[in-house]
């Protein structure tokens, strides 16, 4: 198995830019999962989805962040418009779920807003 | 709410010499998941090794093992024959039976020395 993949592995952009994340998950993975990963704050869940359909996005920050699963095999992760402040490594994850299955992390995404 | 604390922000040890890393965490609920994910300099994450809180047998993974001790709510990751790669963080992290959120710890630098 190819394991979760991320795309782009490094975004650098501009303040006030459109930034798209992308997430393949582990096929045969009901549950997509975004995390944020800054210093200040660690390690944070923005939102989930099971069977394509978003569960909870309590963890996302602000309107400016946005998170589509239109298929099993496919998710984003939009930012727009981008702030320095937004700047992180985001991870996805996937797996099986049912409260009790690991999650399996892809790469990450290290984005610089400048 | 759960939470996790890793209170040794950073520990270094000795190439093959064994170390062990704490983790205590606060939950109310009778059943759950830990785990101990691994971030390298890559900062992929990867899974360490996990316990389901009704096992009483600490959980093993070739050179990684746990001491998990239900009462006190600690699950502590020892590392024995410590070698170069295994140089990263580690965070440890709980997962509420029938919740998919995993809770973070803030993490704990560790360096392998040669």
């Known amino acids: 198995d190819a394991g979760v993949i991320q795309s782009p592995r490094h975004e650098v952009t501009e303040m006030g830019q459109e930034v798209t994340l992308r997430c393949k998950p582990i096929s045969g993975h009901d549950y997509l999962f975004w995390y944020r990963q800054t210093m200040m704050r660690g390690l944070e869940l923005l939102i989930y989805?099971?069977?394509?359909?978003?569960?909870?996005d309590s963890g996302m920050p602000e309107d400016r962040f946005s998170a589509k699963m239109p298929n099993a095999s496919f998710s984003t992760l939009k930012i727009q418009p981008s702030e320095p402040r937004d700047s992180a490594v985001y991870f996805c994850?996937?797996?099986?779920?049912?409260?009790?299955?690991?999650?399996?992390f892809g790469p990450g995404t290290r984005l610089l807003v400048l | 709410a759960q939470t996790v604390t890793q209170s040794q922000p950073e520990m270094s040890v000795q190439e093959a010499e064994t170390v062990t890393l704490s983790c205590t965490y606060d939950?109310?609920?009778?059943?759950?998941?830990l785990f101990w994910y691994k971030q390298p300099p890559s900062r992929q994450m990867i899974l360490v090794i996990r316990?389901?809180?009704?096992?009483?047998q600490n959980a093993t993974e070739n050179r990684f093992s746990v001491n998990f001790q239900k009462a006190a709510k600690s699950f502590s990751l020892k590392i024995s024959d410590s070698q170069l790669g295994d140089t990263a963080m580690y965070f440890c992290a709980s997962l509420r039976s029938g919740s998919e959120k995993l809770v973070f710890g803030k993490g704990t630098k560790l360096t392998v020395n040669p």
């Open positions: 994850a996937s797996g099986r779920g049912q409260g009790q299955e690991t999650q399996y």
């Open positions: 316990q389901e809180a009704y096992k009483q």
């Open positions: 939950t109310s609920e009778s059943n759950y998941y």
């Open positions: 989805f099971n069977n394509n359909v978003p569960i909870d």
